[in-house]
């Protein structure tokens, strides 16, 4: 324990501000020791009936002397004390006793301060208490915010706030830490926070604890705070709201929700909830994955629509407490409510081979996307026990119905084509002449990135999601792939050339008679040109300049990126094919930028070849049982043949070297549809090689980087319905007044009653992220709670704010406002009361 400080110590800060300082000691029990207690340069002081001397020597004789004067025994009152006047001026006067010392060293001026230190002498015999409680700003004139404060320093903080002191036991509690509490209880202060317990929040029990507390908080917040109380169930309301969005208790919160939901038996009843009121339900985690075990039901039954899904799980992604927590199988919902109506509804039936490869990439391509993004996020979701069904369905689904159909019905367009080329897509193996040798005129100069096995539907992704990167526009296009469609062909054809052939051997191919294997072969070939070539993980590497002095220095640069097919073109990764995807994506967009930044303005994103991928096993039919033949067979692999003489059979397709663009003697051979060859340990989730759309509709993005923004998060307008506010809450209709869309990205908000400067309501945060058309679809409402705070603003103007945050920061600016009059016919009187 720390020295409580001593009358001397308490001398010699009286004389810091004081000259004259007079001390009534009634018994005389300090006046053998009087000397030691004062300060070296001042001057002590007996008072014995020579008052009129005394005042003449420290008023007049030595006005600039300091002295203590020191009365001992009774003191007349009234004019009868002729010290009176220096009382008054000097004062207070100074006397040795502890209690009364702390009260003046604490500031401690309303009435019942000394029956309070006598109350809680085991606080205030504590020196270390004592000095946190004094560092604090105490308001000595009101004794319920001293013993706040009190509360506050025994909890270690310095906020004093009921609301805080709540939220730090909550905290500790969900912890299983008992410190905080105990420290209140050992110090007589429990009493005082279950006093404020009740006169705030309206809690009442005959023995209260914070286990109690929590379980009859969290009933309340079932029950929706709907109680006769309305001051007090409010300002309990507005706290729990508090607790659940601040980052700093919102975990303590779902802990305590959890155990609150097996207390209050929660699960035994949910099924008896009714959607309306289920969809909106976000107490406890349990309705969370009821939301999702309906809306699977929902989909898995086709009883709902993809709209009233889609709106269900958006209005959950703005509102609900655990959503984040359930994000990803959320994500996976979304994609599947979506896909399999997509798959049953359609037919999957091809006309012409142009019309094929303008469907796919004009409308089927998206089944492709919605699997990828429902199989990964399944596969990475924490909790896919309510998403188990789902994924058999979509599988099923996908597979079954939409690889397998489309397959076949575009197999009889590759069966009849002459030439492997279509007018209404450019050819692969045209992609320089298209769209990188008309860029480079005038001087100008490009980038291409070529990402491996970067299938179209992934582009697609990738080409919004960069359109919703500030100063940067992008446009997607699709190209014809070579054949076979593998990544040393595919990576030959987007290099300037004018023939293409491959050698004796298969590999590598050969542009204009050079080898183009390789990055070093590759700049070689691109030199002709005035261009080079790097790969993505060597140019992420390079220092800024180093990376701006490669772009100066050339006029056309080629980036290889290898992430999908590195892990999907090996038996033992290719389970983790659409992770690599999701990866890739970012990565893509991180050299984009950092291309952007060595003042590339010109930048284009292509891909080898695509690729055909299933999580589930091959079925049987899909196997080839015959083995390709043939006079000789140079390369064989699950999805394409390379051999001279090759024997035709109705299991493949054959082309010969000309009929695919090829100027040299191998022939090549397709397995039809999506059949494979087997291949002694080979992968059989993820190939390419082959015909299939899903393999030769290879993306082209053109990417721009502007100097003026080009995207602006969605507009968002406030629609009172009145401009007063009569009762304790407000609700307030929001207008999200466009479509989110990549360069319009949603808009993130919070909204608050101000009043001043001082927010006398809760906040909401909200998400305006409404992708419909439909205006009447973007409408949210907030409602606001009124706080202790707003009584003072009764009968004057306030504010309703939205604010935004400050890019980079955690602080907020004003976005919108609008002016309110609070006209409330009577306050809360809710208090610390006793």
Known sequence: MSKNPTIADHLTIRFDSKRIVVWHDPDGGYAAGLDAFAPSDVTVLRISGDEFAVKHRVLRKEPATKFLLYRSGGVPEGVGNWLLDIELAYGPVFTADRDALMRVDLGLTAPGSEELIARYQSFFNEATLVARLKSLPLNGGDLTVVRAQMCAVLLNQKEHSFSELTRTLLMQHADGDTTGFDAL???????????????????????????????????????????????????LALDFRGFRDSKRSSAAMKSLAQAAQENLDYTDHIGEIGWETMKDADIFAASEREVIRRLVEGISAQTMSYRDIADAINARRRDSFWFDDYATVYAALSAAAELIPTIRNAAFTISGFDEGLTRYRDEWFRIDQRYRQFTHAYLTAEFKQPIEILADLVEKAYVTDFLAPIGVAWQQQVDAVAQWRTINMTSQSSFYDHYVAPSLKGRKKAVVIVSDALRYEVADELSAKIRGENKFSASIDAMLGVLP??????????????????????????????????????????????????????????????????????????????????????????????????????????????????????????????????????????????????????????????????????????????????????????????????????????????????????????????????????????????????????????????????????????????????????????????????????????????????????????????????????????????????????????????
């Open 185 to 235: 209880a050992s110090h007589g202060l429990a009493d005082f926070y279950w006093a404020g317990a009740s006169g705030i929040y309206g809690f009442t029990s005959q023995a209260p604890t914070v286990a109690g507390f929590v379980l009859w908080m969290f009933q309340r917040a079932t029950d929706g705070f709907a109680v006769a109380e309305s001051n007090k169930t409010r300002n």
């Open 485 to 834: 469609s593998y990544t040393q062909l595919g990576m030959a054809a987007l290099l300037p050339h004018t023939t293409l052939a491959h050698s004796s051997d298969g590999d590598p191919v050969l542009v204009d008679g050079q080898r183009s294997d390789g990055t070093a072969n590759r700049s070689k070939i691109l030199s002709a040109v005035g261009g080079a070539a790097i790969q993505a993980k060597d140019f992420i590497e390079m220092k800024p300049a180093d990376r701006r002095e490669l772009y100066s220095s050339n006029q056309v640069l080629y980036v290889y990126h290898d992430t999908i097919d590195a892990t999907g073109d090996k038996a033992v990764s290719e389970h983790r094919t659409f992770t690599a995807a999701e990866d890739a994506v970012r990565e893509l967009i991180d050299i984009v930028k950092k291309l952007a930044s060595a003042n590339a303005t010109n930048i284009i994103v292509t891909a080898d070849h695509g690729f055909l991928y299933q999580r589930s096993k091959l079925a049987e039919q899909f196997n080839l049982t015959v083995k390709p033949q043939g006079e000789q067979i140079v390369k064989s692999t699950r999805r394409y043949v390379l051999g001279r003489g090759l024997k035709k059979d109705t299991a493949f397709t054959t082309f010969t070297p000309d009929q695919v663009g090829l100027s040299s003697d191998l022939e090549v051979q397709i397995p039809n549809s999506i059949q494979r060859i087997v291949q002694p340990g080979a992968g059989y989730q993820f190939v390419h090689g082959g015909a299939s759309l899903q393999e030769i509709v290879v993306p082209v993005i053109q990417i721009n980087k502007r100097r003026s923004d080009t995207v602006e998060p969605v507009n968002v307008d406030i629609h009172p319905e009145s401009d007063r506010i009569t009762t304790g809450q407000i609700v307030v209709k929001l207008y999200q007044s466009a479509k989110v869309e990549p360069h319009k990205p949603a808009r993130r908000l919070r909204a608050g009653l101000y009043f001043g400067d001082t927010l006398i309501s809760n906040e909401q945060e909200m998400t305006f992220d409404s992708s419909s058309d439909a205006g009447r679809d973007r409408f949210q409402s907030v409602t606001l709670l009124l706080g202790k705070d707003a009584d003072e603003a009764n009968n004057h103007s306030v504010e309703f704010r939205l604010s935004e945050p400050i890019e980079g920061t955690d602080q907020w600016k004003k976005y919108k406002s609008a002016p309110y009059t609070v006209r409330r016919a009577f306050a809360s009187d809710d208090g610390w009361d006793f």
